[in-house]
């Protein structure tokens, strides 16, 4: 089964490995830990997921992908089902990747400050004027 496109954020777990198929292409792949949470144990579970990033461009990005480094991947996300010797049944996630990117601002500590959307400036009344949104009425 395959989503036609996904985006997950999580935590490496295993480090990137670059490798160059025999037809000359280039294939880096990780894998990641994203938690959900389960409603019917009330906590947060961790799962697996196994990221592959096609093309030459990545051999910088691959060294970055370190344990413990926090990502955001875009891609298509796949099930993949098999079967393991003992006959049990394993259901494995995967994202064939487009995209990958590094949350440095969470790793380094530096933190990105942002405009709260619903947040009205000051304003200031003159006289008998009165700013709709400060009587006690709702005016709609």
């Known amino acids: 089964m395959s989503l036609s496109q996904a985006t997950l954020s999580g935590t490496v777990k295993k480090a990137a490995e670059t490798k160059t198929t025999p ?16 409603g019917r144990a009330k906590e947060e579970k961790s799962y697996p997921v196994k990221v592959t990033l096609w093309g030459d461009s990545n051999a910088e990005l691959a060294s970055q992908l370190t344990p413990g480094t926090r990502v955001v991947v875009n891609g298509r996300l796949q099930i993949d089902q098999f079967n393991t010797n003992e006959g049990k049944l394993v259901r494995l996630l995967t994202v064939e990747a487009n995209k990958v990117s590094l949350m440095s601002s969470l790793t380094t500590g530096a933190s990105v400050e942002m405009e709260d959307p619903y947040s009205t400036p000051e304003t200031s009344t003159a006289g008998s004027e009165m700013d709709a949104t400060s009587s006690e009425e709702v005016p709609f």
């Not at 037809?23 to 389960?38: A, E, I, K, P, Q």
Request: no cysteine; aromatic share 12%.
């Open 23 to 38: 037809n000359g292409n280039t294939v880096t792949n990780f894998t990641m830990s994203v938690l959900r949470y389960d």
